[in-house]
């Protein structure tokens, strides 16, 4: 066989190869039947230019048929051979602050009509406006003439621009993920977002479980070095077993000072996803005991040596230093009593809410479009901003909680339970807990120094690896 030849068939070895070994979770299906096609055109082409044989009889012409519009993903599998015997070329460029598509088109070789064309096709099926400083755009020439235009926004989605004659046509293909299961337990040793992202939990997860417990648990003084936590959920890998995608979080388990509890992702007969503990009592509690997220705690419930007025005094709520302006968040869904001046309060709100329980905010800067007397406000909804009215020796915020009257520590607000499911919805969510908790037996489990309890067989492995970029 000649170099020619030989060098033929290595090149499209390679390709086979890399085709098989291409790192992603799926590739689309007619990917593969294009890349075929692709290769035999490639062979038809050299068969063509192919010399004649040493007997002196010219061989058979082979009539190279027309190239297939290939997927795009397959160029990530060229090889130099490939893209010399094809005379293509790929020129890719990254977006900066400033920059449109058709200008950076027009910089890296097509003419203006091109560059429109090309532009136009592409908003078809991606909006222009999403685009963001940092993504990257691979443009694929063959004989100076582009023929495709590759872009990926997320690991998500592709989008591609193929010519047809003089036009162009755009495609966006939606990636599907095979999701799998896997844990990460520990104790707390550092901060709870550090010692989960450390055993491997993507952000998206570790914000899932700080909402989860915010209702019940004050993350800035609650939570101490030797808390106990597990975190279950789903990731979806690359064929490299890197993840690159984070699904749902299906269980929780949290012990902040002693005090175990476990949460269960359900979703009801109404389709409303929440998490509900063995007894199908959901997370979220009915108040919040922290209204204002990232203060710092500056005075508690009970007597004290009042800070203005010298003497003690009993402080009916508890105090959070924050900045001027910072957002303050309803406790719970219920009615406004009063948004207005309030005396030593300085601007005040007064919330009412189901079975005799009100809440209270004072010294506010100001309050939120919307919030007065009268108004419906819903839990976790902004209603003013941290300030320093009234009879205030700095910018904060003065947190009350009412029961029938009496003015109680809003600490005790964690022992309030939230909502139940109904008696229908129990059994469904019994097989789902049983179902999630079989899942945890089978799976992974990610712990401190590097131990992996996997099928009840303990077992070393190296730190894992995660790869926590954005997806989505």
């Known amino acids: 066989m000649s170099d020619y030849k030989t060098q033929l068939k290595q090149g499209l070895t390679e390709r086979l190869v890399a085709f098989r070994h291409y790192s992603h979770t799926v590739v689309p299906k007619d990917s593969r039947h294009r890349f075929l096609i692709a290769s035999v055109a490639v062979s038809a082409l050299v068969l063509v230019a192919m010399p004649k044989s040493e007997s002196g009889i010219a061989e058979a012409s082979v009539e190279t048929p027309e190239l297939a519009a290939i997927d795009l993903a397959s160029f990530d599998m060229s ?22 598509l058709g200008p950076l088109l027009q910089k ?17 099926v ?8 940092g993504q990257t755009f691979q443009m694929h020439f063959t004989n100076d003439s582009l023929d495709h235009l590759t872009f990926k926004p997320n690991v998500e989605s592709s989008v591609f621009v193929s010519r047809v004659g003089e036009d162009f046509k755009a495609r966006k293909i939606d990636h599907s993920f095979k999701y799998e299961t896997i844990g990460v337990a520990a104790t707390i040793n550092n901060s709870l977002y550090v010692d989960a992202t450390k055993l491997g939990a ?36 690359d064929r490299k077993g890197k993840i690159i995608k984070a699904g749902d979080l299906l269980y929780t388990s949290f ?11 359900f979703k009801d007969d109404k389709g409303r996803e929440n998490f509900y503990d063995a007894d199908g009592k959901t997370a979220k509690r009915k108040l919040r005991a922290t209204p204002i997220n990232g203060a710092r705690l500056s005075s508690s419930y009970g007597k004290r040596r009042h800070p203005i007025l010298g003497y003690r005094k009993m402080h009916t709520g508890v105090d959070f230093a924050a900045p001027r302006g910072t957002p303050i968040l309803a406790a719970g869904s219920g009615t406004v009593e009063r948004a207005n001046r309030y005396g030593g309060y300085g601007n005040y709100i007064l919330i009412r809410h189901t079975d005799g329980y009100k809440t ?11 919030v007065r007397a009268g108004a419906y406000v819903t839990q976790d909804q902004v209603i003013g901003y941290v300030g320093t009215t009234g009879r205030s020796t700095g910018p904060h915020l003065h947190y009350e909680v009412h029961h029938h009257g009496k003015k109680i520590n809003p600490r005790s607000l ?44 303990a077992a070393t492995i190296s730190s894992p690896t995660i790869n926590t970029s954005p997806a989505n």
């Open 79 to 100: 090889t130099d051979l490939a893209t010399e015997l094809l005379n293509t070329k790929t020129v890719e460029f990254k977006l900066r602050s400033g920059d449109n």
């Open 108 to 124: 890296n070789g097509l003419s203006g009509g091109e560059a429109y064309r090309v532009t136009q096709a592409f908003a078809s």
């Open 126 to 133: 991606y909006k222009p406006k999403n685009l963001r400083v």
């Open 202 to 237: 993507p952000d998206k997860v570790v914000a899932q479980f700080a909402n989860i417990y915010e209702y019940s648990v004050d993350f800035q003084r609650d939570i101490q070095p030797g808390d106990e936590f597990e975190m279950f959920f789903e990731v979806a890998r």
């Open 255 to 265: 012990s902040p000072r002693g005090k175990q509890s476990e949460y269960y992702l």
């Open 360 to 370: 209270a905010y004072a010294h506010l800067n100001k309050f939120a479009r919307g």
């Open 414 to 457: 964690s022992q309030l339970s939230g909502k139940p499911l109904s008696a229908s919805a129990m059994p469904e969510f019994k097989a789902r807990r049983a179902e999630i908790d079989k899942a945890r037996r089978n799976s992974q489990t990610i712990r401190p120094a590097a131990l992996v309890v996997e099928n009840n067989t």
